[in-house]
């Protein structure tokens, strides 16, 4: 019991933000994008060593920008609230939950070094907070929604395989973008609509086992490791032997290479690469 009180005692601080934590020398940070993850779930790996002589709680609020050294390299901005608790001298590394905010630029295919970059304002971060309290963090469409306002993508461009959590976030950025709200997507139109089967399809399958339950998610990259459709989406896919296929329409989609990614809770399991050659 009182090892546990001194435990409570380290951590009844108020949280500090880690751009104050970083001014005020309280921490050091070292930032890298994650090769283990999509840039739309985890993409930031965030290494933070207390040198503030005492403990701490540092708090990474959804709108935190990470900027990259390489500038061909895309930017990212967490969605999600984090608080990370160091003792002191500790050092602790943690995944960052955020998402691209330079839609036209490259996701690195390896680690590449990054930079704390402040706090996102105005519509960025108003829709930081939108992704974050529709806990649509570490989804396709949390990502296309953050692009609407990042990089002024059309607000139809906005997918999901819940067409009521898909036309109650197009609502809420028709608001932030003072821009009008687009009709729904047509039952056949296959680029807006998740549930259209392809015309021309080609696609695979994976074949796994789940030892619990976890968040299972496939995707398709471009060339560039940008993400341009989801194939499927199971928040709570059960334990047990799993045989999932995915396909995609050759006739809309018609780059050279693409690369299909399954991940369980946001971690990459199994990729497979697709050439037309």
């Keep these: ?54 403990s701490l709680e540092v708090n990474i609020p959804a709108g935190t920008l990470f900027t990259p050294e390489d500038t061909t390299h895309q930017g990212y901005m967490s969605t999600r609230n984090m608080v990370v608790q160091l003792a002191p001298g500790e050092s602790k590394s943690v995944a960052v939950s955020a998402m691209c905010i330079n839609a036209h630029r490259g996701s690195p295919f390896n680690e590449a070094r990054y930079k704390y970059a402040g706090k996102a304002t105005g519509k960025l971060l108003q829709v930081a907070e939108l992704v974050r309290d529709m806990e649509l963090y570490e989804s396709v469409t949390g990502q296309q929604a953050v692009w609407t306002v990042s990089d002024n993508e059309p607000l139809e461009d906005v997918t999901s395989f819940n067409e009521a959590t898909r036309s ?22 296959y680029e807006r609509n998740l549930q259209v089967n392809p015309r021309i399809k080609i696609g695979g399958n994976y074949d796994f086992r789940l030892s619990s339950t976890k968040a299972i998610h496939i995707a398709m990259f471009n060339s560039q490791n940008v993400v341009v ?49």
């Design 1 to 54: 019991m009182l090892l546990l009180f001194y435990l409570l005692q380290w951590f009844q601080g108020t949280p500090v933000e880690l751009g104050t934590a970083l001014t005020q020398k309280k921490v050091q940070a070292e930032v890298m994008s994650n090769s283990r993850s999509a840039h739309y779930q985890n993409p930031v790996l965030l290494t933070l060593r207390n040198t503030s002589g005492g």
């Design 168 to 189: 109650g976030l197009v609502n809420k950025l028709a608001a932030i973008t003072g821009r009008p709200v687009p009709p729904p997507p047509a039952p056949d139109d």
């Design 229 to 277: 459709r989801e194939l499927y989406n199971n928040p709570a896919e059960p334990p047990g032997q799993k045989h999932i296929d995915f396909f995609f329409d050759a006739d809309i989609y018609q780059d050279e290479v693409y690369y299909f990614r399954l991940l369980a809770d946001g971690v990459i399991k199994l990729e497979t690469e697709m050439s037309r050659d």
